[in-house]
């Protein structure tokens, strides 16, 4: 794969929160796909399915890490979504009206503005699908605004290839896209308060560490990515250990047990009065459930900066600055992830010879 890399080529704030990826995994003895060693489990198993290779190509899987992702967590969700084309065969329609030495460019286009994320996943679908070498031209980077009309993505190859890996890579991109422009909305709203917008666990089954990394593409911030990097105490908790300092008490004493005693742990109040009780139990950050403005001003006293707050419940952007000038340290919006609409980005093919 060669690449033409645009003269601006913005960073989007990420945080290495995945790990570190074992490499591109195109060696024979671990594929990328996670399939394995000789080819069963591949979509090219023999079983009707698409001839595909394992293993992405060594640069694009360099720019995943770079960006907080794991190249080889990339491919297998790539192999899963063109899984649900291919599974009772090739894709017959392309396969039937498309020569097979046909060559073409596909344009990957926004139909509308907003904020770009996910366009190396996007390679990557193409990437597994591919069976010649492709050249790419990227003509933005993941956390770009871009305006209607505008050409975000150029990918050079067979034509039966893009075609067929076009509605996958469209998918996952107009998706992540969607994230990204919604958490930039929020972003925007908030610039200058001291408050940055976070997300939740509420994620597309699957999807969570893309839809996560889309969150920072558009200004957002990342909770916590599982149940186990962080504890966060709720209202069900409180109920269980009966009492707000009891549940704190009891995770903290689990933490050590567990040999991880430095782990964050954020509380939930729903009422002032409890506010003082956990701080005194050492809570980290607490999370001011459906308080008003009002009261998460007095929140905000209260506390005197003896831990973070986090605002959460009874959020719109109408009101996310009027929370945010109140001094919070975060803003939780499980909006974000589970119902931002999509960004609209289309694929437009121009045909060319083969060289």
């Known amino acids: 794969m060669t690449t033409a890399s645009p003269d601006h080529r913005p960073e ?174 929020w972003a925007d709203v908030l610039r200058d308060t001291g408050a940055t917008v976070r997300d939740t666990r509420k994620t597309t089954p699957g999807l969570r560490a893309l839809e996560k990394y889309a969150v920072r593409c558009g200004g957002g911030a990342n909770h916590r990515m599982s149940l186990s990097d962080a504890a966060l105490i709720k209202d069900n908790h409180v109920v269980a250990a009966g009492g707000v300092a009891e549940a704190f008490t009891a995770v903290r004493a689990e933490l050590a047990a567990w040999g991880t005693p430095d782990l964050p742990i954020e509380v939930e109040v729903d009422r002032l009065d409890q506010i003082e009780p956990v701080l005194e139990a050492g809570a980290d950050l607490l999370l001011l459930d459906n308080f008003s403005p009002e009261e998460t001003r007095e929140a905000v006293a209260l506390v005197a900066g003896r831990a973070r707050l986090e605002s959460s419940g009874r959020l719109t952007l109408e009101n996310a600055r009027a929370y945010g000038e109140t001094g919070v340290d975060f803003l939780a919006v499980g909006a974000l992830t589970h119902s931002s609409p999509i960004l609209d980005v289309g694929l437009d093919l121009r045909s060319r010879e083969r060289d």
């Open 12 to 185: 989007p704030a990420v945080l290495n929160l995945l790990p570190a990826a074992s490499g591109p995994g195109a060696d024979a003895e671990t594929p990328g796909c996670g399939c394995s060693a000789d080819g069963s489990g591949c979509a090219g198993d023999g079983a009707g399915h698409l001839d595909v290779v394992c293993g992405l190509d060594a640069e694009l899987a360099g720019l995943l890490e770079a960006a907080g992702l794991d190249p080889v967590a990339v491919e297998d969700i790539a192999h899963l979504a063109l899984a649900e084309d291919l599974d009772q065969g090739p894709d017959v329609t392309t396969n039937a009206t498309v020569p097979d030495e046909a060559v073409a460019t596909a344009d990957f286009t926004a139909r509308e503005a907003g904020t770009v994320a996910g366009l190396r996943v996007a390679e990557a679908v193409l990437s597994v699908v591919a069976t010649d070498d492709m050249e790419v031209e990227r003509h933005v980077e993941d956390g770009d605004r871009v305006e209607a009309g505008q050409v975000v993505l150029s990918v050079t190859g067979r034509t039966r290839d893009l075609l067929t890996g076009e509605r996958t890579a469209l998918n996952l991109l107009c998706r992540l896209s969607g994230v990204a422009t919604t958490t930039r909305a």
